[in-house]
């Protein structure tokens, strides 16, 4: 925003030119933001669906990620122990479902945006359990289940 401001404070700037101050800033194709995110109605939705070792490195663990979604935005991926953050990584947007490696902890869980940084559409699906039978399922908890009565 900086840069943004000293490039263009006293002039006129167009839509594009804060663009190409923030694409030229982070080195990075901004397009899901400004196309995608911006002037459609299109959603964020990412879906953590499995875990496996990776062979190669024992501190890694493979997370298998879902874009179930029509925006290939970055995300975080956080793992957390008796529900607080310990790390989080963040990852760079893909289309379909890829394995992304994550450093290995003493965590109860992973979950996707955990600290709410992006628009995600659906975070029922965002969470997978380190132990446990339905690693997947999100636990109901007591306000929501009375809600629904």
């Known amino acids: 925003m900086k840069k943004y401001f000293e490039t263009w404070k006293f002039k006129h700037p167009q839509p594009k030119d804060i663009r190409k101050v923030f694409e030229d800033e982070t080195g990075k194709n901004l397009s899901w933001f400004f196309d995608d995110l911006i002037k459609t109605t299109k959603k964020i939705d990412y879906k953590i669906t499995k875990a496996k070792k990776d062979t190669t490195n024992p501190n890694k663990i493979f997370l298998q990620i879902k874009n179930k979604g029509k925006i290939n935005g ?76």
């Open 74 to 149: 970055p995300f975080s991926i956080s793992g957390l122990k008796d529900g607080k953050i310990i790390t989080t990584q963040w990852f760079e947007p893909f289309t379909k479902k890829e394995f992304v490696s994550f450093n290995k902890g003493d965590f109860d869980k992973y979950k996707i945006d955990a600290n709410f940084d992006i628009p995600e559409i659906n975070r029922k699906n965002n969470t997978l359990k380190t132990k446990g039978i339905f690693k997947t399922l999100e636990q109901i908890g007591r306000a929501s289940c009375r809600e629904r009565v």
